[in-house]
């Protein structure tokens, strides 16, 4: 008995093909999707900065550590899930991994730094990009700023304050992941159109 249970746990996947079945889980696209926005995103943003500041050698040493940590949580997930008592949520996993109340807690408190500091760190960008930024003695003029000139509504306070109300809150109020696939399948291709336009521009401009 033991073991046809073990069996069609290893037989059932980890996520079915289509959402919206018993449990609301996500489709394997989606979660495509949602993993390639949060690596392609973070790559863009983080990976320059992190070369310019320590260097291509540490970098690069740097990125070659993420990787095998990354490689080790997924080792870690697939081996617990693989279970006869496996569970498709990270919440199950630390359960089973180091108790139902410890594991629980320590996922919390890990989610809620890793989001809290991800947040900090897009809407510094956002405010950036569009209000501009004082480096170095220099100010840089955002885009709200080039287009429209200076007003009350481009200053970075106030575009901070929108972004958040406007687009994060929704985005925060979605109960599950897989209701981002739509939403990050859009930003993928941005992101893919905008290291194409970068790519092209570099090439025109170092070697046209």
Same mark, same amino acid.
């Given at each position: 008995?033991?073991?046809?249970? *073990?069996?069609?746990?290893? !037989?059932?996947?980890?996520?079915? &093909?289509?959402?919206?079945?018993? %449990? =609301? =889980?996500?489709?394997?696209?989606?979660?495509?999707?949602?993993?390639?926005?949060?690596?392609? =995103?973070?790559?863009?943003?983080?990976?320059?900065?992190?070369?310019?500041?320590?260097?291509?050698?540490?970098?690069?040493?740097?990125?070659?550590?993420?990787?095998?940590?990354?490689?080790?949580?997924?080792?870690?997930?697939?081996?617990?899930?693989?279970?006869?008592? *496996?569970?498709?949520?990270?919440? *199950?996993?630390?359960? !089973?991994?180091?108790?139902?109340?410890? %594991?629980?807690?320590?996922?919390?408190?890990?989610?809620?730094?890793?989001?809290?500091?991800?947040?900090?760190?897009?809407?510094?960008?956002?405010? !950036?990009?569009?209000?501009?930024?004082?480096?170095?003695? =220099?100010?840089?003029?955002?885009?709200?700023?080039?287009?429209? *000139?200076?007003?009350?509504?481009?200053?970075?306070?106030?575009?901070?304050?929108?972004?958040?109300?406007?687009?994060?809150?929704?985005?925060?109020?979605?109960?599950?992941?897989? &209701?981002?696939?739509?939403?990050?399948?859009?930003?993928?291709?941005?992101?893919?159109?905008?290291?194409?336009?970068?790519?092209?521009?570099?090439?025109?401009?170092?070697?046209?």
């Amino acid at each position: 008995m033991g073991k046809g249970a *073990g069996a069609a746990g290893v !037989d059932e996947p980890l996520l079915p &093909e289509l959402s919206g079945g018993h %449990g =609301g =889980g996500a489709s394997v696209s989606g979660a495509v999707f949602n993993l390639s926005t949060s690596i392609i =995103g973070a790559g863009i943003m983080s990976i320059p900065a992190a070369m310019r500041v320590l260097g291509v050698v540490p970098a690069l040493a740097l990125i070659a550590a993420v990787a095998l940590l990354s490689d080790v949580s997924v080792e870690f997930m697939l081996r617990y899930t693989a279970w006869a008592s *496996g569970t498709p949520s990270y919440a *199950g996993i630390m359960g !089973d991994a180091f108790g139902r109340r410890a %594991g629980a807690a320590a996922l919390n408190i890990f989610i809620a730094f890793t989001t809290a500091g991800t947040l900090v760190v897009y809407l510094i960008i956002i405010g !950036d990009v569009l209000s501009g930024s004082v480096e170095g003695g =220099g100010e840089h003029a955002g885009v709200l700023q080039e287009l429209f *000139g200076r007003q009350w509504w481009t200053g970075r306070e106030f575009v901070i304050l929108a972004t958040a109300v406007v687009v994060l809150l929704p985005l925060v109020l979605l109960r599950r992941v897989g &209701e981002f696939a739509f939403n990050s399948m859009h930003c993928t291709f941005v992101y893919l159109s905008y290291s194409s336009s970068i790519a092209f521009h570099f090439w025109q401009y170092y070697y046209s």
